[in-house]
């Protein structure tokens, strides 16, 4: 059902915005993505990293300048990576393994490194959402009970009524648990079985609520003028035609960013959900480096990646290595969209790369140019003519990028095209 109102708004094509009402669960997932008094103290909705106007990214220029990633709640913490964008999350794939030319290839889940697996609640990104509010360095509550108790006793308790049944908050909260939930660093633990049950009777609710208003048309609009092209009503330019071609075939970006239709010809996503090492550099501002308390290893930090979300998991501890430093491939759609065209963006899991010009010139001449000394901001690698080491060079990937022998032109039709992929 959505997904063939997808198609038929990308088929009306951009110049008609189409974006189909809410129905009550997508609409009440709606006011949960904006409810501040959802974090522990009031200041911050998911809306805070993920701003509908910048292609559910973080809509903070000034961060996104620098370390690229975004204060929590509580002021002073920092998680370690970029918000991506939440638009096309909700399509990916539950987090699995199959086999491509006899080896083992990881596909789905939520979250840069795939650790929102799916095999909770069944979507990928029902099972993100049990994860921002009680992250310290998000939303900060201490525990999923808090969620709860906001929600049900706040202004969405008749929604939440409305849509998963009158007794969905019927719960009888500990008499202290408010006044607990105002604390960060609070140990909340709840023994009473049956009072667990309905918290996560109602957590699942507020989580499958959120995924159901991702996975709307209001969020995943295919109104691009890719999608118009694509359906034939919007004329691309010399230069974004060109730049389609390079995409598709002499940059490869194709390989992983892949174009194909969905099973029901619905427009294509622009990622195949797999995990790649691109060789990506250290990006020295992110704050979690000097994050202590959280972050015991300081500058030497290394983002593992899927590396360290398969090292936890018995089943497939024994692939960690191989894959340490591998990031999910994004959507590449909504990739320019902003707030305000003077509002920054950032690129990649660290945020390293600014600009499209930036990235694509990596993917190009990441094995060509020479290593920089040490780290070095991606504008001044552009000008001293070199590149970082990569923040994982064990495991990157050195087939499908690195020296693609792309002209100054033909880097510049590539990123026109990529101009192309923002919702309008
Ligand atoms: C403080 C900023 C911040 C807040 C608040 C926040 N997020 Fe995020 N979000 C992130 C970051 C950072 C990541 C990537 C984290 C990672 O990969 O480890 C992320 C990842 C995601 C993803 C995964 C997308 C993908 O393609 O895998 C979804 C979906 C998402 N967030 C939804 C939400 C929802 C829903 C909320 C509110 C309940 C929320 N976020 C609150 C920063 C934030
Ligand atoms: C081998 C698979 C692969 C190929 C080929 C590839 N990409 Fe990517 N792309 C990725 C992965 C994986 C990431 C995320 C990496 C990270 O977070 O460190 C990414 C990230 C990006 C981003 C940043 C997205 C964001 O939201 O931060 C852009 C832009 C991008 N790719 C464009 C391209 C272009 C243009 C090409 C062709 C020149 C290309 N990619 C080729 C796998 C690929």
Known sequence: MKLAAASFAAVLGASVAVAAPLDPVESLGKS?????????????????CHEPEQGFSSPMSEINAAGAVIEGSVPGRFGNRKPPSVAYASPGPVF?????????????????DGRATGHQLGSVVADQALGP?????EMALPSLACV????????????????????????SFPTNLAQQCADPDAKIEITDEDLNARLDTAMAAIAKSIAAYE???????????????????VEFTEEEKRGFALFEDKALCAECHVLDRGPNGEPPLLTDFTFDNLGVPKNPDVPWYTQAAFNPDGKAWIDPGLGGMLRGDPTYAAYAADLMGAQKVPTLRNINKRLAPDVARSYMHNGYFKTLEEVVHFYNTRDTLPRCEGEMKAADAMAAKCWPAPEVEATMNKDELGNLKMTPEEEADLVAFLKTLDDE
């Not at 929600?151 to 719960?171: F, H, L, N, R, T």
């Not at 996975?215 to 009503?233: L, M």
Request: glycine share 10%.
């Open 148 to 171: 709860v108790e906001r929600v049900c006793g706040g202004d969405q308790k008749d929604e939440m009524e409305a849509v998963w049944g009158k007794d969905i908050c019927e719960i």
């Open 215 to 233: 996975a709307s048309p209001e969020v995943n609009r295919y109104s691009s003028r890719f999608d118009g092209w694509q359906a034939g009503t």
């Open 96 to 112: 699995h393994h199959t086999y491509e030319d006899g080896e083992i290839l990881f596909v789905g889940g939520a979250f840069h």
């Open 133 to 137: 509010f009680v992250n310290p360095a």
């Open 32 to 48: 949960l993505f904006f409810d501040a008094d959802l974090s522990v103290n009031g200041n911050q909705s998911c809306s805070s």
